[in-house]
């Protein structure tokens, strides 16, 4: 979800991103180096197609490139993801050195730094795209349902996690379906931390970045924006 433009239109419109993304990457053959996207998002899409496919291409890693980047950085986007092992944004999005700042939390759950961080980003590394990055299967999140269900066992500092996905699970429609009802909490705790993060931070509604929520899905290694 692009939270620059909130209307059913500009939903649409990414969602055909995201298409023409996939169908242009698999124009491409697995030796072919064509130019990147100059449009960031389109150049995240791209690159997380090449990874899911398994023919990543691991840009921006070499020496020289490493070495251009020690006195300045110029990143395209800030990832706001999870801090869950298996979604790490560099990787998923096949980017390289420079080229995200990455800003990682349990269950993407907004405090203080987490806010600071991705006010730097925007204010001082002029990142024009802020990607809210959820995760299938989430288990900060199921945690959160468990907590509302009455059936969580987490304690100490975990609960504290949880209770801040609270409203999000209580805002979520219920379903019988336990697997679809924590993708819908997934998806909706995207949006509600985009939606926090605006209206929390001062700088992040001043510069109006784009900014686009998204979920990883474990199993295909595919991301897909909503």
Request: proline share 6%; hydrophobic share 45%; with cysteine.
């Amino acid at each position: 979800m692009e939270y620059a433009k909130l209307s059913r239109r500009s939903l649409l419109g990414l969602g055909a991103a995201v298409a023409a993304g996939a169908a242009a990457d698999a124009a491409f053959p697995a030796h072919a180096a064509p130019r990147a996207p100059s449009d960031p998002w389109q150049r995240l899409v791209t690159g997380n197609r090449r990874f899911a496919a398994g023919r990543p291409r691991h840009p921006h890693q070499a020496p020289a490139h490493r070495e251009s980047l020690v006195d300045a950085q110029h990143p395209i986007a800030c990832v706001l993801g999870c801090a869950d092992s298996r979604v790490p944004a560099e990787i998923l999005f096949d980017q390289g050195l420079g080229d995200l700042f990455t800003v990682r939390a349990v269950g993407e759950v907004l405090d203080d730094a987490v806010v600071g961080s991705v006010e730097y980003a925007v204010e001082h590394l002029h990142v024009p795209l802020v990607v809210v990055l959820g995760h299938s299967g989430c288990g900060a999140v199921k945690a959160a349902i468990d907590l509302v269900g009455g059936t969580s066992e987490v304690t100490g500092s975990v609960d504290t996690v949880a209770r801040a996905i609270e409203a999000t699970v209580r805002a979520t429609p219920p379903n019988p379906d336990g697997t679809a009802f924590l993708a819908a909490c997934v998806r909706n705790q995207t949006i509600r931390v985009a939606d926090e993060l605006t209206r929390r931070s001062h700088t992040v509604a001043a510069v109006r970045p784009r900014i686009v929520t998204a979920v990883y899905d474990l199993r295909s290694g595919l991301v897909k924006a909503h």
